[in-house]
């Protein structure tokens, strides 16, 4: 019954009407960046003083940045594959559907693999859109909702699907290493049958802080719930070992169906592909869904490749290891909202190899956030003082421009859900209430001319 009463509340998704494709239409796009130049830095020397404390309250200067917003980096991981959704929106059965969907979910991981620069934390309020209607049939917008705890939300739409998520993370600083523990769940839901599913994300390491080279591992457990059949997948990404003899960035997972029967099998690399077989006999699961090594199945079949990942360009490691997608992320680009990443010019600058400037820059635009921060802040304490509490809690209280806090009704948890209204704000070249974000008192002599 709950199955039911979710699937009818996912049929009744207000699908908006979306422009066509029209690949003829679709502007050119870069598909390279100049190189990363050589600044010589000593990242002990500030990790340090940081051990077992928050990154993301740390500030750091863009030598060990990459020349991407953190919003950029969350649009690229789930958008770079994204053709994975309209495979699963066209799949046969649910079942099947749920194959491609974790495909999806293994493949925002592969990009980790060549890249270890930090994205920039984005500031309040600051947005990010990537429309590519007219050649691949989507568009997604991000904004930075929280600064502290720092979180985003993320809205991206084909006519097939809906993908959304609120990311948050927490970050510690071990000595060697770094974990990146996020704490956001990602929802898709698909128009043509309405099912509605969920997944945890996985945990990054990065290794090789005090010495050596930097490398990001994927480790953890990843379910899948398709809310509207039960069915589910568990995926296991098995963390790297100098001493095992195991693949390396090895991933496993298991398509269950509502039985808690195993009706596929996933397994492959999460850099480089995943493959898939049905399962022709296997036994239930008791009391749920268990890591895949401990349920026996029979494979039927040859391996189907579900993805494969897309090859690096040859001169990738001079480019900070960015995809030809991912070179597109930052172009500059006509009519997008005056609080978007492509117009911070801290980031601008670093990306032209003024580091220098980047870096002066940086320190006026966090200055700028925290007055507004003490503005608010003084405000509230205006208010407190004279008694006016209601007043004082909404002043308090950051107000997302484009997006607004609802409850999931599959799982129960709070997400920040697209509220509409920015595409036509596009369109118009309208942007009311937006907080003038990147506007800086000094800019360096670089970005005066520019």
Same mark, same amino acid.
């Given at each position: ?34 190189? !990363?130049?050589? /600044? ?11 051990? #077992?404390?928050? =990154?993301?309250? +740390? &500030? ?98 084909? !006519?097939?699907? /809906? ?11 071990? #000595?060697?290493? =770094?974990?990146? +523990? &996020? ?53 296991k990404y098995f963390a790297y070992s100098y001493f ?13 169906d509502r039985h808690k029967t195993a009706r596929y ?70 009519n997008v909202a005056p609080t978007d990443c492509r ?108």
């Amino acid at each position: 019954a709950r199955g039911m009463a979710v699937a009818a509340a996912a049929s009744r998704e207000e699908w908006p009407a979306l422009p066509e494709r029209s690949p003829s239409r679709a502007r050119q796009r870069r598909t390279t960046i100049g190189t !990363k130049p050589v /600044h010589r830095m000593n990242l002990w020397s500030i990790m340090k003083n940081c051990i #077992g404390r928050d =990154l993301s309250k +740390i &500030p750091m200067p863009v030598n060990f940045n990459e020349p991407l917003s953190f919003l950029q980096k969350v649009c690229e991981v789930n958008m770079e594959y994204a053709h994975l959704l309209d495979r699963a929106a066209a799949a046969e059965d649910s079942l099947e559907q749920m194959v491609f969907v974790a495909a999806h979910n293994i493949s925002t991981c592969s990009t980790t693999v060549s890249r270890t620069g930090k994205p920039f934390n984005p500031m309040l309020g600051e947005t990010y859109e990537y429309n590519r209607m007219a050649d691949l049939g989507w568009r997604c917008l991000c904004e930075q909702v929280s600064h502290h705890p720092p979180a985003l939300a993320l809205d991206a739409r084909s !006519k097939d699907w /809906h993908l959304y998520l609120d990311y948050a993370a927490s970050s510690k600083f071990r #000595g060697k290493y =770094l974990q990146i +523990i &996020p704490h956001s769940k990602s929802h898709i839901t698909f128009r043509r049958n309405g099912h509605h599913y969920s997944n945890n994300i996985v945990q990054s390491t990065v290794h090789n802080i005090i010495v050596g080279k930097l490398w990001i591992d994927q480790s953890g457990e990843v379910d899948i719930v398709n809310h509207t059949t039960g069915e589910r997948c568990h995926l296991k990404y098995f963390a790297y070992s100098y001493f095992s003899n195991q693949t390396p960035r090895k991933v496993t997972g298991i398509v269950y169906d509502r039985h808690k029967t195993a009706r596929y099998m996933i397994s492959g690399t999460w850099d480089s592909k995943v493959e898939f077989w049905k399962v022709s006999s296997s036994d239930p699961v008791a009391g749920g869904v268990g890591i895949a090594s401990r349920v026996p199945t029979v494979k039927s079949g040859p391996p189907v490749t579900a993805w494969q990942v897309n090859p690096l360009p040859a001169d990738h490691e001079l480019r900070y290891g960015f995809t030809d997608f991912a070179c597109t992320m930052n172009e500059p680009e006509p009519n997008v909202a005056p609080t978007d990443c492509r117009v911070r010019p801290d980031q601008r600058l670093m990306e032209k190899g003024d580091f220098d400037g980047a870096n002066a820059v940086k320190v006026q635009l966090e200055d700028k956030q925290r007055e507004r921060r003490r503005h608010r802040e003084a405000q509230v304490a205006a208010l407190e003082a004279q008694g006016k509490h209601t007043e004082a809690a909404e002043v308090a209280r950051h107000k997302p421009r484009w997006f607004r806090t609802e409850q999931d009704t599959s799982t129960g948890s709070f997400y920040h859900r697209y509220k509409g209204g920015y595409w036509e704000a596009k369109e118009q070249q309208r942007w009311p209430d937006l907080v003038e974000l990147f506007k800086v008192d000094h800019p360096p002599n670089s970005a005066a001319s520019s």
